[in-house]
């Protein structure tokens, strides 16, 4: 399976950088064929200006906007997403990747005249997310329903195959979390994300 990894964090020593290696690992040595996407070592622009958000409507303008991720994006059969959660959202840089690639005409169709919008991205059939929590398991999900799960499984995934079958996997608390329970998560991680993904074809 083509398998894109879209990966935000800007600090090399992270533990998220961590997660990110460990995913990379295991999908390669699953067979899969792995496109690396490290949105700050690639120097990804995440800022919609205002001629795009003025343009948003064109197709063949937001198809434009960043040529090489939108076609790394509708090639890709398998989507994971490698960051931590920051003030119970998205890193800027992952938010704005999904602001600028994440089109209509290239995620998404929007019908004539309005109404509900259409998926595009039908090529995506796995949709995964691995993510850390400063916060306890508890304030993330019972207190704040867990608004990066919401936003990302409950809303993007929508946007991929009608079929498509999502995990998330996250380390709440890392803050406080002592070596061996980041080392756990890693483990699960590496072992989860090749059964999820399924055998190279």
């Not at 990379?24 to 700050?40: M, Q, S, W």
């Not at 195959?161 to 980041?182: E, G, K, M, V």
């Amino acid at each position: 399976m083509r398998v894109l990894v879209v990966y935000a964090h800007p600090v090399e020593e992270s533990f998220v950088s961590a997660l990110h290696q460990c995913v990379l690992k295991a999908l390669r040595d699953a067979g899969h064929e792995v496109d690396d996407c490290d949105l700050n070592a690639e120097g990804f622009a995440p800022v919609l200006t205002g001629d795009e958000r003025r343009a948003y409507h064109d197709v063949n303008a937001n198809r434009a906007i960043a040529p090489g991720d939108v076609e790394r994006l509708r090639r890709c059969e398998g989507l994971v997403l490698v960051f931590p959660t920051w003030w119970y959202g998205m890193p800027a840089i992952l938010k704005g990747w999904f602001d600028r690639v994440w089109a209509s005409g290239v995620a998404f169709t929007l019908p004539e005249g309005g109404g509900a919008i259409r998926p595009a991205l039908y090529n995506i059939k796995k949709f995964a997310v691995v993510t850390t929590y400063g916060s306890p398991w508890w304030l993330m999900n019972l207190v704040l329903r867990a608004p990066v799960r919401a936003v990302l499984i409950g809303g993007l995934r929508r946007l991929c195959a009608r079929d498509c079958r999502w995990i998330f996997l996250a380390l709440s608390n890392i803050d406080a979390a002592p070596p061996a329970r980041c080392a756990r998560f890693l483990a699960r991680v590496g072992r989860a994300l090749p059964r999820f993904i399924g055998p190279a074809s």
